[in-house]
Structure formats: structure tokens, C-alpha cells
């Protein structure tokens, strides 16, 4: 969990510089994940996948990757 923790923090971190590309590869770590209680993390970084998508003006590439993690946390209330 605080593996997840430190990537997801290193791919918003990478996002804010713009470094879009090393932002993706904190994420995309982040979905490699195998245990079980990495499904939150998992939406998460599915999210800010999206979110990286949307910066690129990657509309439609984004819009489910958003979805996924907006409909996650609403179900969980988060």
C-alpha cells in the first residue's frame, strides 16, 4: 500500500511539472499491482491516467478512464 502511495504522489508530482510521459509511468506501476486491496489505488490511478489524457487533448482517450474512476468513488462514497 505505501508503495502505491509513494507512485500515485510521483505521478501527480510528475504531472503538475508537465513531465506527462514519467507521470504515466508512476500510474501505470501503480495498475501492475496484485494484491487484492490495491483496488482503490488501482481506480485511482486509472483517473489520473484520464487526467494525464485530457492535458494531451486526448478527449476521447480520457473520457472512460475518467468515468471508470468517477464511478468508482462514487459506489465507494469517496
Known amino acids: 500500500m505505501v508503495m502505491n502511495d509513494a507512485r500515485n504522489t510521483l505521478g501527480l508530482c510528475y504531472q503538475q511539472l508537465n513531465d506527462l510521459d514519467s507521470s504515466d509511468y508512476y500510474f501505470n506501476e501503480?495498475?501492475?499491482?496484485?494484491?487484492?486491496?490495491?483496488?482503490?489505488?488501482?481506480?485511482?490511478?486509472t483517473g489520473n491516467l484520464g487526467a494525464n489524457m485530457y492535458l494531451r487533448k486526448q478527449y476521447d482517450k480520457a473520457i472512460p478512464l475518467l468515468e471508470t474512476d468517477f464511478n468508482g468513488a462514487v459506489a465507494e462514497n469517496d
Not at 496484485?34 to 485511482?44: D, G, L, N
Open 30 to 45: 501503480v495498475l501492475k499491482t496484485s494484491f487484492p486491496e490495491a483496488t482503490v489505488w488501482k481506480r485511482i490511478a
